[in-house]
């Protein structure tokens, strides 16, 4: 059964500072990743997706790589801003009986202070 | 297009009545995925559509909910006789088909108290 954890689960932090968000999968056969923002109370807007032949994907102040071998991603924020704050969550798209569905880990709850 | 739509956004229901939730997906996306999500965790699979046909249902997904997807358009989500447990946002999302190379765009969601 795949098992998605994101790591940390809270994070403060003043603005400007880069951070990494972490997120773990116990299965490394995966078809795709995909990094989401939820504001709260909100839906989720997707942010980066990476493809099982890739390895990183940018888009503007966030790069997020991809290593199934050892069933990790990372999110990479450069230059934090208060606007950044929201949850972010870490997805995995794993086939089961050949239709494919999105794995969710709990999320990382960032806040980024002025 | 502008995206997915969810309606209604928000629901107030009483213990023991029947809500019906819709989704709207992106028109050319030809699959169509319910989830639900409590306070402080990632969203839960719970149905999962390829054009009208319901392919997946997950065992959260007990004998009181039921989903349709009429001719491959829009989707609805049924729960009949609520509980405080069914207390949730419940999102859905769309994808096209392609090889490998999957994107989920998600509805706003809608947020279901039960009271």
């Known amino acids: 059964k795949q098992e998605v954890t994101q790591i940390p689960a809270a994070l403060s932090v003043p603005e400007g500072e880069n951070l990494v968000l972490n997120c773990s999968f116990t299965?490394?056969?995966?078809?795709?990743l995909q990094w989401f923002r939820q504001d709260p109370g909100k839906g989720l807007t997707s942010l980066l997706l990476?493809?099982?032949?890739?390895r990183e994907q940018t888009s503007g102040r966030l790069n997020a790589s991809l290593d199934k071998s050892s069933g990790r991603s990372t999110l990479y924020i450069a230059a934090s801003q208060p606007g950044d704050s929201a949850t972010y969550l870490c997805?995995?798209?794993?086939?089961?009986?050949?239709?494919?569905?999105?794995?969710f880990g709990a999320g990382t709850r960032l806040a980024v202070h002025p | 297009d502008t995206g997915v739509s969810q309606d209604p956004r928000h629901k107030i229901t009483k213990r023991g009545q029947n809500v019906t939730f819709r989704c709207d997906p992106i028109?050319?996306?030809?699959?169509l995925y319910w989830y639900r999500q409590t306070l402080g965790q990632g969203p839960e699979f719970l149905t999962y559509?390829?054009?009208?046909?319901?392919?997946?249902k997950s065992r959260l997904l007990s004998d009181r909910f039921s989903a349709e997807r009429p001719k491959g358009s829009f989707s609805t989500l049924e729960i009949q006789r609520t509980e405080q447990g069914d207390s949730a946002m419940y999102l859905c999302?769309?994808?096209?088909?392609?090889?490998?190379?999957?994107?989920?765009?998600f509805g706003s969601g809608t947020r279901l108290t039960v009271v």
């Open positions: 999302a769309s994808s096209l088909e392609a090889e490998h190379n999957y994107g989920y765009t």
């Open positions: 299965d490394s056969a995966i078809y795709n």
């Open positions: 990476i493809q099982s032949s890739q």
């Open positions: 997805a995995v798209v794993k086939g089961s009986g050949g239709y494919n569905k999105l794995i």
């Open positions: 028109s050319e996306h030809n699959r």
């Open positions: 559509f390829q054009n009208e046909a319901q392919l997946e």
